[in-house]
């Protein structure tokens, strides 16, 4: 079974800086979509930041170019650099690890606990 843990959420001034790590157990991460999410009370799930296959990287607008995901596959772990924080970006941010089995079955999602970040002077 995947399991993954978040970390590094917190509480930090608007304009400031903050790093998130999810660290996945079980296959080794290169087999797995990584990915950030966050959720804000009222509102559904979206996608912050993504990578796919052959270390294609998507961004929400929101956070596109204050953003940075990247992995570190021998730590088998995922980060979101954050920076120039602002109000909004306050949320849970989920770590997200995806895979599918085209033409073979439906795709597996495999989510961590979740981590506050909170973005408030």
């Known amino acids: 079974q995947v399991q993954l843990v978040e970390s590094g959420g917190g509480l930090v001034q608007p304009g400031g800086s903050l790093t998130l790590s999810c660290e996945l157990s079980?296959?080794?991460?290169?087999?797995?979509?990584m990915g950030w999410y966050r959720q804000v009370s009222g509102k559904g799930r979206e996608l912050v930041a993504g990578?796919?296959?052959?270390?294609?990287?998507t961004y929400a607008e929101s956070v596109k170019d204050r953003f940075t995901i990247s992995r570190d596959t021998a730590k088998s772990t995922v980060y979101l650099q954050m920076t120039n924080l602002k109000p909004e970006d306050t949320a849970v941010y989920y770590c997200?690890?995806?895979?599918?089995?085209?033409?073979?079955?439906?795709?597996?999602?495999?989510w961590g606990q979740g981590t506050q970040v909170t973005v408030s002077s």
């Open positions: 990578f796919g296959r052959g270390a294609t990287t």
């Open positions: 079980g296959p080794t991460l290169i087999f797995y979509d």
């Open positions: 997200n690890a995806h895979k599918s089995f085209p033409g073979t079955g439906t795709p597996l999602d495999y």
